[in-house]
């Protein structure tokens, strides 16, 4: 007999083992049934030969590859039919234009080039891949001459890939490559070059191997020349390079007759402020004079004095200065360089270049109202341009009377050719300083007004009597009404002024005539230190201005007018 538990029956019965392992039950929702699934077909097989139907295997495993393949299939598909129809037109990948680089090219306003990318190449061997590296080095010297033998030998005894040249031309590299060497391989480059060499050199800069920009515009239009790149485009620049190869011409034509230790010149719109031309001489000096170099000016700055003290209101074109004797303050005694010894009107102060009258004036507006009008002419501070070179001026420590004499006439006050050219178109445009570019088009600031449009007339009108009879005759050119003023300082050599050691510089416009929307132009430029003959701006710096304003007004569209006979002046040119 046996015995039997009556509530056996009402026993859970175990349920049966879950065949997917449990590391895969541990894994999160969204990954569980992609594992499992896989697990799934894994394992199809030994149940199939378990249930004894190996055909079912079989059948599981071809709708699988097939469902793969058709998925792979149409991701292809829908890719391919969105880079053909969606994509903008040209684009490949994440480039969205066929003729990207790294940095655009550089042109003109006018869409000269300037500035571009050359595809070079760099030779690598490695030495690991070559099998007779006595004839690798004599083949490769004689379709590359220039490449170091000692360098290419230590490549060849060594271990690993190294470079052995950079800047192969593609005609180098093809005569390489013909070679059939193993274990050389090359790689492409993007090289600068500015085709023009030195012209405008110093306004476009460099870039560095990493095709960012490092001086010059290649800096102070990094971002913009690197997105004309990518768009397959080119940057423009304000210059003129007709403009800019006169000027290059005519300054180092200039600087050379003379031996002269340096040169600036600066050919600006001043309507926009925008430079047409820029040269530093010599080309071969890393720095751009016209933005880093420091200089007592001179006589120049007279302009800057007569303009705050006809625009105050603390004289007119009436006004009678005594010159006749020294000018003292306290115990210094101010003299002028062409003594008249006489009593001057205001517009004879300007021809005769009188220190004299110039220092009176200075004193008369005193330190507060002169500093301010220096403020307002931008000469207190770096000139402000897209360039990262533009420099802070040297300023006196002092405003005091015999400070602002000196001043007055162009020492103890140091600025560079860049602020002395904007200061000069804010005086003749009428009045309204805006900031210099090499931005095509300008910048659109509206400006600031510097002094009255009757003040800024004034200064033409002086500054075109100045070349008409007074020290500017040498830069008359034919019809263009030409006006400046020019300047001569002698400079600080061991704590004293060395007659020796002097520059010549002439400020100027044209044309000085018509209202105040007639296009004008302001041409600067300095001869530092002429070795040779006179050093005074009138004999050195004026006739070359004269000569580039006389080549450059064509380009300008600037029209020729009859000149005035004036006993004296100059022969046009």
């Not at 760099?122 to 379709?143: F, G, H, K, M, T």
């Not at 476009?204 to 397959?232: K, P, V």
């Not at 303050?329 to 002028?336: F, L, Q, S, V, W």
């Not at 040779?532 to 007018?561: H, K, M, Y």
Request: glycine residues 10%; hydrophobic residues 40%.
């Amino acid at each position: 007999m046996s015995v039997h538990d009556p509530r056996a029956w009402e026993r859970p019965q175990p349920r049966p083992a879950n065949p997917i392992p449990y590391g895969l039950r541990r894994l999160a929702p969204s990954w569980r049934w992609l594992s499992e699934a896989m697990w799934w077909v894994e394992h199809s097989f030994g149940r199939a030969r378990a249930n004894a139907r190996p055909e079912e295997d079989t059948r599981v495993r071809i709708f699988l590859i097939t469902t793969v393949f058709s998925v792979i299939f149409c991701a292809l598909a829908l890719g391919a039919a969105n880079a053909a129809l969606l994509k903008p037109k040209g684009a490949v990948g994440s480039v969205s234009n066929p003729n990207a680089v790294s940095r655009g090219d550089i042109v003109d306003r006018n869409g000269a080039l300037m500035a571009t990318n050359v595809t070079h190449y760099s030779l690598y061997v490695n030495p690991n891949e070559v099998w007779d590296p006595e004839l690798a080095a004599q083949q490769i010297r004689r379709a590359l001459p220039r490449v170091s033998a000692s360098k290419l030998r230590n490549v060849l005894d060594g271990r690993r890939r190294l470079l052995v040249l950079q800047r192969l031309t593609p005609e180098e590299k093809a005569a390489v490559h013909g070679l059939a060497l193993g274990g050389v391989t090359f790689e492409p480059e993007d090289l600068r070059i500015y085709p023009l060499e030195g012209s405008a050199r110093h306004v476009l800069g460099a870039s560095d191997t990493g095709a960012q920009g490092i001086s010059g515009a290649e800096l102070a239009f990094n971002n913009e020349i690197r997105a004309a790149g990518q768009n397959g485009g080119s940057f423009p620049l304000s210059i003129d390079l007709r403009v800019q190869g006169v000027l290059d011409n005519e300054l180092a034509a200039a600087a050379s007759a003379v031996q002269a230790h340096g040169a600036v010149g600066v050919v600006a719109d001043a309507t926009t402020g925008e430079i047409l031309g820029m040269s530093s001489w010599p080309t071969t000096d890393s720095k751009n004079l016209v933005t880093s170099g420091h200089y007592e000016m001179g006589s120049v700055f007279k302009t800057f004095t007569i303009a705050a003290s006809l625009d105050t209101g603390k004289v007119d074109m009436n006004t009678m200065f005594d010159a006749s004797q020294p000018y003292m303050i306290g115990n210094r005694r101010i003299t002028d360089f062409h003594a008249t010894n006489k009593i001057l009107s205001l517009e004879e102060v300007y021809l005769h270049s009188s220190n004299i009258g110039t220092s009176r004036m200075a004193v008369e507006l005193g330190s507060n109202t002169m500093r301010d009008y220096f403020q307002r002419l931008g000469l207190l501070e770096a000139a402000p341009i897209e360039l990262h070179e533009s420099a802070r001026p040297r300023l006196p420590r002092n405003w005091e009377d015999s400070s602002r004499a000196s001043m007055s006439f162009g020492y103890a006050i140091m600025i560079t050719p860049l602020q002395m050219t904007a200061a000069t178109v804010a005086l003749v445009n009428g009045g309204m300083y805006r900031p210099l570019t090499l931005r095509r088009g300008g910048t659109g600031v509206e400006g600031r007004r510097v002094v009255s449009a009757e003040t800024s007339r004034a200064i033409r009108d002086l500054m075109r009597a100045n070349v008409l009879r007074g020290s500017g005759k040498s830069a008359n050119a034919q019809g263009l009404r030409v006006g400046g003023k020019t300047g001569s300082a002698n400079k600080l050599v061991n704590g004293r002024y060395d007659p020796r050691h002097g520059v010549g510089s002439f400020a100027s416009v044209f044309p000085a005539d018509g209202g105040e929307n007639t296009r004008r132009y302001v041409i600067f430029v300095l001869i530092d230190e002429p070795a040779q003959g006179s050093q005074l701006g009138g004999a050195v710096a004026a006739p070359t201005a004269g000569r580039v304003i006389d080549r450059i007004s064509g380009f300008l569209n600037v029209e020729r007018v009859a000149d005035p006979i004036v006993p004296g002046l100059a022969a046009p040119r």
